[in-house]
């Protein structure tokens, strides 16, 4: 970062404290995301998207869960439904779904208690999730996409 100062975060200026904190997260993805690529592709082939989505379709199909994503801005997503099984596929029996929230017409608060498990719950199976709950139910899909990706290091490891 250019222009900012230890002087800037100790005065409390808001938003280039929030603007570090920013690249702080976007460095750890970065590294995260480059080292899924060391382990899973060909060295030089940059990890895609594509192939997050596709690792977790995959466990899910695996898992026998009738549940997957197209992509990160999934509506589906809002309900944590699909990372909620995705955990259970990789640590049978950690999830509790009776206070998981299902069904078609999901409300907006139960989204975001579903969303609170879901990320309360990668963090206890050892994903390195530092996504907001409310980044899930919002489908904010770079930050989706990172609980995906701290998933699937998690799994890899």
Not at 66 to 75: A, G, H, L, V
Not at 102 to 127: E, F
């Amino acid at each position: 970062l250019v222009g900012i100062g230890g002087s800037d975060i100790m005065e409390g200026n808001r938003t280039l404290t929030l603007a570090l904190i920013w690249q702080l997260m976007r460095a750890y993805t970065l590294s995260l995301l480059s080292q899924l690529n060391r382990e899973n592709c060909e060295a030089g082939t940059p990890l895609v998207e594509s192939q997050i989505i596709s690792w977790a379709n995959s466990k899910l199909e695996e898992g026998g869960k009738n549940i997957s994503i197209r992509n990160f801005q999934d509506k589906t997503n809002k309900t944590a439904l699909p990372i909620i099984h995705l955990i259970d596929v990789m640590k049978p029996g950690v999830i509790n779904f009776s206070i998981v929230k299902q069904g078609d017409k999901i409300s907006g608060p139960d989204c975001l208690s579903n969303a609170k498990y879901c990320v309360t719950m990668a963090r206890k199976i050892g994903a390195p999730v530092y996504a907001l709950p409310e980044d899930i139910s919002e489908v904010k899909h770079k930050m989706v996409m990172t609980v995906y990706a701290s998933l699937m290091m998690a799994d890899i490891n």
